[in-house]
Structures are given as structure tokens and as C-alpha cells.
T-cell receptor, first 113, second 113 residues
Framework: NAGVMQNPRHLVRRRGQEARLRCSPM?????VYWYRQLPEEGLKFMVY????????ESGMPKERFSAEFPKEGPSILRIQQVVRGDSAAYFC???????????FGPGTRLTVT | SQQGEEDPQALSIQEGENATMNCSYK?????LQWYRQNSGRGLVHLIL?????REKHSGRLRVTLDTSKKSSSLLITASRAADTASYFC?????????????FGSGTRLLVRP
């Protein structure tokens, strides 16, 4: 059983471009969570999704950030018009229904130049 | 400040010694989890301790939880150079947002060979 997959592992974008980060949960997991980690800090919750539903996006910046988890395919975290402050590691985690253990992917390191 | 705060921020020990890291939190929790993160990599789940448990062991790891003091400790015995990493505690609170893991800022452990 493959773990949580994230791609790309590293992403470089110029200011003003769009960044699309993908997350494929573990097989059988229908819950996806996105976290952001700034340098030298812990992870901060961004959003919790189930298939075709955003359950909690209280940690998402109000502008430029969006997330989806379609019926088919990976979950996508989209950042429009990136700024230098968006440079961070973005981690996705997944869990099966009824479980409180989250399994983390390897992360995508976004660098905005 | 954050729900989970680790102490110390950085720890340097000799191989073979024990390493103890502490985590304090503010609100009531369902469980507390410890993760390891090697430099620039993803998170590895180490151990989960529930609010009704006081101590848990896994290999060379020993975790304690004191809900009256709202604190937890992670002990790594007979440390190895490969244990060099950042260690994070993450709490899961009860209620409607129980899925939202709240991470501390981590303890950076260096094990000198």
C-alpha cells in the first residue's frame, strides 16, 4: 500500500505565477488535510476536505488560496499570484473514515523567486 | 502562543545518551502525537497517546502524558546518530474540530557520533 503521494516535491515559481500542488491520499482514505510549514516552525493547519466537500478551511488565507478534492483524482492546493511569503513546505495528510491518525506525505517545497 | 510548545528548542547529546523532549499545551485534548522530521523531509509518525493514557512505549521511545499539567514528554533511550532530526508534538482536541492537529515549533535534536 503506497503512502500519501505529493507532487511535485519541489516547485519554483516567480512572483505572480500560479502554484498547483497535488496530493494523492493512501488507498481507502477519503479525508485529506493540508498543512503549511514555514522555515524553523511547526506545521499549521490549512484545510480539511472529503471527496467533493470542503469541511473546514479556517486555516486558509482568504485570498489567492483554494483547495479541492474531486470525486476522481488527487486533491489540489492552488495558490494564485504567489508572493515571496508563500515560500514554505506544504504537507498533505490523509486518514480513513473514523480514524484519528493522519498519515503525512513527503511535502512539496515551494520557492517563490 | 501555539497549543503545543516544545522544550528545549534545540538539544545536542552524545550517541548512547538519552534525549528528553517536553511539550506543553493549553486546552483539553483527545490525544497527543509525536512526529519526527529529518532535515528537509516529510513527517514520520512516532507514537500516539490518548488522553486517558499516562505512558506508552515503542521500541526506544517512551512517551508520558500528564493531563493535569497539560504536558507530555518524549524520551529516546540509547540515542543514535540516525535519531538526529526535529521532533514535533501535535495535539488533537475534542469537539467539532478534532481532526485539526496543532503542532508545536519542534525540538531540534543533534546526536553526535
Amino acid at each position: 500500500n503506497a503512502g500519501v503521494m505529493q507532487n511535485p516535491r519541489h516547485l519554483v515559481r516567480r512572483r505572480g505565477q500560479e502554484a498547483r500542488l497535488r496530493c494523492s491520499p493512501m488507498k481507502g482514505h477519503s479525508h485529506v488535510y493540508w498543512y503549511r510549514q514555514l522555515p524553523e516552525e511547526g506545521l499549521k493547519f490549512m484545510v480539511y476536505l472529503q471527496k467533493e466537500n470542503i469541511i473546514d478551511e479556517s486555516g486558509m488565507p482568504k485570498e489567492r488560496f483554494s483547495a479541492e478534492f474531486p470525486k476522481e483524482g488527487p486533491s489540489i492546493l492552488r495558490i494564485q499570484q504567489v508572493v515571496r511569503g508563500d515560500s514554505a513546505a506544504y504537507f498533505c495528510a490523509s486518514s480513513p473514515p473514523g480514524s484519528d491518525e493522519q498519515y503525512f506525505g513527503p511535502g512539496t517545497r515551494l520557492t517563490v523567486t | 502562543s501555539q497549543q503545543g510548545e516544545e522544550d528545549p528548542q534545540a538539544l545536542s547529546i552524545q550517541e548512547g545518551e538519552n534525549a528528553t523532549m517536553n511539550c506543553s499545551y493549553k486546552t483539553s485534548i483527545n490525544n497527543l502525537q509525536w512526529y519526527r522530521q529529518n532535515s528537509g523531509r516529510g513527517l514520520v509518525h512516532l507514537i500516539l497517546i490518548r488522553s486517558n493514557e499516562r505512558e506508552k512505549h515503542s521500541g526506544r521511545l517512551r512517551v508520558t502524558l500528564d493531563t493535569s499539567k497539560k504536558s507530555s514528554s518524549l524520551l529516546i533511550t540509547a540515542s543514535r546518530a540516525a535519531d538526529t532530526a526535529s521532533y514535533f508534538c501535535a495535539t488533537e482536541s475534542g469537539g467539532d474540530s478534532s481532526y485539526k492537529l496543532i503542532f508545536g515549533s519542534g525540538t531540534r535534536l543533534l546526536v553526535r557520533p
